[in-house]
C-alpha cells in the first residue's frame, strides 16, 4: 500500500493530455504552457485559446473539463470558474483570446475557502493587478510572444497571491494525481488505501480541495478517457474501454455517456 508521500512515478494530466476536449478538430489556436517548477504545487498549468471568427460566424467549442477549478483572464475581467458536474460548451465569435490557469487542490483552496460553492459556476475575482498585466501581455502584436509574456505575468501574481499548500493541501493533490494518472482506481476505497486514509477523509478532502466528492472525480476522469480513447480509435469496441476503465458492463459506460454527454457513445464517435 502506498505510504501519503508515495506515489511512485505517478503524476496528473500532462501538457498533452486531450482528455477534456470532446471536438479537437474544431479548437481554434490553443496551447498550454507548464506552470514554473516553484508553482507546480499550485497550477498545473496555464492554458491560452486565441481564436479569429468571420463576421457572422461561430465556433462551438464542446469540452468534459477536468475536476478542478479555473482562474481565467480575459478581456473584461477575471472568472472563477468552479468543478463542473457535467459537459459544457461555449460559441466564440469575433476575435478574442483567454488565459486561464487550471488550478490543483491546493491552489484552490488559496483562492476560495469553499469550491463547492461555485459548483457549475463562473463568478467574477477580484484580481485587478492580475487583469492589467494580462491585458497588456497580450496586446503583444506578436502572439507567441504575447502568450510568453502573459504565462510569465499570472505565474508572477499566482508567486505573491496563492500561498504554499500546507500538508492536506498536498495531500489533495497527490488524491488528484492518483486518480488521474491510474485507471484501476475506480472506488473511493482504493483512494483511502492507497493514500492510507478512512474513506471519510478523503471525502473531507474532495469536499475542501476540489468542491465535488471523490468518486464524482473518478468518473470524471475515467468518461474523459472513455471519450478520448474512442474519439481516437473508431474501431475499439465500447465494450472493451468500459472493461479496461472499470465499469460493470457497456451499459454503464453507455449511462454515464447519455447522464453527462447527452449521447451515447457510438454517437459520440459520430458526431465530430
Not at 74 to 85: A, K, N
Not at 194 to 206: D, F, G, N, P, T
Amino acid at each position: 500500500m502506498d505510504t501519503p508521500g508515495d506515489l511512485g512515478d505517478r503524476a496528473g494530466p500532462s501538457l498533452d493530455d486531450s482528455r477534456g476536449i470532446l471536438r479537437p478538430a474544431r479548437l481554434p489556436t490553443f496551447h498550454r504552457v507548464a506552470a514554473p517548477d516553484d508553482l507546480a504545487d499550485r497550477v498545473r498549468w496555464f492554458w491560452i485559446p486565441r481564436w479569429h471568427i468571420a463576421p457572422g460566424r461561430s465556433s462551438r467549442q464542446h469540452v468534459l473539463p477536468f475536476p478542478a477549478c479555473n482562474l481565467v483572464v480575459d478581456r473584461d475581467g477575471v472568472t472563477l470558474s468552479g468543478p463542473t458536474t457535467g459537459a459544457s460548451h461555449r460559441d466564440l465569435t469575433s476575435t478574442g483570446w483567454a488565459v486561464g490557469a487550471l488550478l490543483r487542490p491546493a491552489g484552490v483552496a488559496a483562492l476560495h475557502p469553499a469550491p463547492h460553492e461555485v459548483r457549475d459556476l463562473e463568478t467574477p475575482f477580484k484580481a485587478p493587478q492580475l487583469h492589467a498585466a494580462v491585458l497588456a501581455a497580450m496586446a503583444t502584436d506578436d502572439e507567441a510572444e504575447g502568450d510568453a509574456q502573459a504565462a510569465a505575468a499570472y505565474a508572477a501574481w499566482t508567486r505573491t497571491r496563492v500561498a504554499a499548500p500546507d500538508e492536506q493541501g498536498l495531500l489533495a493533490n497527490r488524491m488528484e494525481d492518483l486518480v488521474a494518472s491510474d485507471p484501476e482506481v475506480v472506488r473511493v476505497e482504493q483512494v483511502a488505501e492507497h493514500l492510507a486514509l478512512s474513506v471519510r477523509a478523503v471525502q473531507r478532502l474532495a469536499h475542501r480541495y476540489v468542491g465535488v466528492p471523490p468518486l464524482a472525480i473518478i468518473r470524471r476522469y475515467r468518461l474523459q478517457e472513455a471519450a478520448r480513447r474512442l474519439r481516437e480509435d473508431p474501431s475499439l469496441p465500447v465494450a472493451r474501454v468500459a472493461a479496461e476503465l472499470g465499469y460493470a458492463d457497456h451499459a454503464h459506460l453507455t449511462r454515464d455517456f447519455r447522464q453527462v454527454l447527452g449521447m451515447a457513445p457510438q454517437a459520440y464517435r459520430r458526431s465530430d
